[in-house]
């Protein structure tokens, strides 16, 4: 993932990875399902699916769509050899918050944003030089370790309600996190209709194989159930709340979770092992990784 930011899935990718494809086949048979990513983001958790599965040819076409028309002009610029400067200063980060839409726009204002939020303030206010220096050498580093594995994908700007998935592809959602709507900062965040996006989620899943990433608490709806969990405790402040316990999840519709199906192969230990030692460098706490009682 080229650009960390809060909520983002670069700490849990592989793990999610993991489950993600083992319920692929225990429901449908096949490994290799076209993959849907309606909140595409910076697309930890695709990119891995691309890293893995596509690497000598495209076994798997990923959709990715994302409402910020920023963000996806710059993967479609990556996508066709473009690449962004390794600096920015904090006059021309202000220049762009109010210029037309573009791939700069999308790579500068989310990797030089305090906290990875999209057009916040300039990140280097809060650095000395050198940090912000070094901050915005690392995200230029990884955007280009990422262009070739984009090949595989098609990238589309727009909402998800208008950007149905396709019959039969495999959906993997991961909308704005449920506490983190009242942060008042994203523009994209603040007019979040949550009971449309389960009602949607509800649709889908007659047809799709549909995965959503949240945080584990009373607003999920009783008919999505949590089949991956991991413990974490926050030891650094987040926009909301600062530190605190909670749970990251992985949701699929009832219907997916048959009982007495048994599992293909457990999830990748090492690779969960490697997810659990980031989390730590990370500055979180990890308490364990579990499956759900639910997860038959």
Not at 41 to 58: H, T, W
Not at 147 to 175: H, Q, T
Not at 181 to 198: C, I, S
């Amino acid at each position: 993932m080229p650009i960390r930011y809060q909520g983002g899935k670069q700490r849990f990718a592989k793990a999610i990875y993991e489950v993600m494809t083992d319920y692929e086949y225990r429901n449908t048979g096949k490994n290799k399902l076209n993959l849907y990513s309606p909140f595409f983001g910076m697309g930890a958790v695709e990119l891995e699916f691309s890293r893995r599965d596509n690497d000598e040819k495209c076994v798997r076409t990923i959709t990715a769509n994302d409402i910020n028309e920023d963000v996806i002009l710059m993967w479609e610029s990556l996508q066709d050899g473009w690449l962004p400067k390794k600096t920015c200063s904090e006059t021309y980060y202000k220049k762009l918050k109010t210029s037309d839409p573009s791939a700069e726009r999308g790579f500068y204002l989310s990797a030089y944003a305090f906290g990875g939020v999209f057009g916040s303030s300039f990140r280097g206010k809060y650095q000395t030089p050198e940090q912000n220096k070094r901050e915005g050498l690392n995200a230029y580093n990884k955007v280009k370790e990422v262009v070739p594995y984009l090949d595989c994908f098609k990238f589309r700007n727009g909402s998800y309600i208008k950007r149905m998935p396709k019959k039969g592809e495999m959906v993997y959602a991961d909308p704005p996190y449920y506490s983190s709507l009242d942060y008042g900062v994203n523009k994209y965040l603040t007019d979040f209709d949550y009971d449309e996006f389960w009602d949607t989620m509800r649709k889908w899943s007659k047809t799709n194989l549909v995965f959503i990433s949240e945080e584990k608490g009373k607003h999920i709806p009783k008919d999505f159930i949590s089949i991956w969990e991991l413990s974490t405790t926050r030891t650094v402040g987040s926009l909301k709340g600062g530190k605190g316990k909670k749970k990251e999840s992985l949701f699929i519709h009832k219907r997916y979770v048959k009982k007495g199906s048994k599992r293909r192969e457990s999830p990748d230990k090492e690779k969960i092992s490697e997810c659990k030692e980031y989390l730590e460098d990370m500055g979180y706490n990890v308490k364990k990784t579990r499956r759900s009682k639910n997860d038959l």
